[in-house]
């Protein structure tokens, strides 16, 4: 989907990439070719704070090279859309150069919302939509209940409150139907009437009448039967319709859900398995780099990531990465853990440079909560030196990686690992960080502030944060 000055655009199946701009993200707009051969919408292209270089390529722009594409707003104009009010119910669809000329005309376009409901009709059709609308509510007048229009009939039925006579005809009459259905199995006449008497029938007599009033009518009897099943299916397709509406809502409670989580949890759980098998191949692999084993052969890597993630909604792309055997100066000692900056489909949007604070955990796995001691790493953005090419928004596919290169010995690893596997944990600050006057504050001030935050969180550890160090990333590693 794209936007216009006035109205939505849905594309279908999605907006081609060569048709979109890459400063706006939306369908080019009177495309100009650059000298590079990629496209800018023509306001794009002459906003005064414009880059000097193609946002796709970097290559220097050379305004004097660059031209109007009529072949390209051809190709534009005819991508297949659907109506702006699809979601209204009109069903039209057709190329993008007509969707001018039938917004002018669409029935659809002054449509008006069931305030019951929430669907969107045109206007002719909504005042018989509301007469059948089955959100309209009606009051039952014996037991007070608000229900749908449409099930009242039904409601009757059933409705305990009613008042009704004994169906064995006892003599017992005008009294709710939970009070006669407690008589029924009490009432003198239960065996001396017709037992399709619950189904209608009001035959009462002997027993030798009774059985000779069945034999008599068999039809009659299965009219009754008729009805009632009759009954029985327009209450199913209720119910099957009342399921679907309420799975419905359950969808929308979940993604509601899974937003929150998105909003408000972690940003990234990372189980890493198979912790001895990956140490082990780590071991090798840095061993084969070592010129003593120059000639070893190894399939294996130092490093392991994680799935990209997202620090929120339309957010920051990020990835964790881990050198299980360590990294740099501390292989063969310790864990190194690193966060780095993958290209993402929000970068426009963003502040750059990145200065969100980070928190890398390694998660304690002891069966009673109360005893868990989380180990934590918090990374200051502000405080990585030549920052560049770890938090600038990134002109590659990834950043350099940045984090703990020593997070935590590998002998306090043990004490981490169960059933073979670890758990990392990755929290991204979602408010903005802290101003950046606080670094001209003295020693004391610093210790000061530091306790405090001990205190709120104890299971942090402040650390001097490293950049990765060695050769232990490559491109061909990053797997998105």
Known sequence: ??????????????????????????????????????????????????????????????????????????????????????????????????????????AFKSSSKCEKCGRQFAKADLDRHREKCELNRAVCSYCNKTIRDSDLERHLKTCPDVVISCPFQCGLSDRPRHEIEAHRPLCPNVDNVCPFVPYGCTFAGGKETIQQHISDEPVRHMMFICDEITDLKETYNVMDRDMASFNDRQTRILGAADTCTEMFGPQLIWRID??????????????????????????????????????????????????????????????????????????????WPFNRTIKISLLDQQPRPEERVNISYVIDPRKLKANEKFLARPRGERNAAFGSQSFCSLAILQNYVKDDTIYVRIDVERCETLPVSLQTRDAKDRKRMMDQLRLKTPDVRMHQVRPVTGQSMDVKDLMV
């Not at 707009?29 to 800018?40: V, W």
């Not at 912790?275 to 780590?282: C, D, G, P």
């Open 1 to 106: 989907m794209t936007t216009t000055n006035t109205q939505s655009v849905m594309f279908k199946g999605g907006l081609p990439a060569d048709c979109t701009c890459p400063i706006c993200e939306q369908a080019l707009r009177e495309p100009i070719r650059l000298n590079c051969d990629h496209h800018y919408c023509r306001q794009c292209f002459e906003k005064a704070d414009r880059a000097p270089e193609c946002a796709q390529c970097q290559t220097i722009i050379q305004p004097e090279l660059c031209q109007h594409d009529r072949a390209k707003h051809k190709q534009i104009l005819a991508l297949p859309v659907v109506c702006t009010f699809e979601s209204s119910g009109c069903d039209w669809s057709g190329q993008l150069g007509f969707l001018h000329d039938h917004l002018s005309e669409c």
């Open 274 to 351: 198979k912790l001895q098998q990956r140490t082990n191949e780590a071991k090798v692999c840095r061993s084969a780099r070592h010129p003593h084993f120059k000639n070893l052969q190894s399939g294996a890597n130092t490093t392991i990531f994680s799935a990209p993630f997202m620090t929120h909604r339309f957010g920051y792309k990020m990835m964790a990465c881990a050198c299980l055997f360590g990294d740099g100066s501390s292989a063969g000692k310790s864990i190194s853990l690193y966060v780095l900056l993958l290209k993402g489909e929000f970068d426009p949007t963003l502040e």
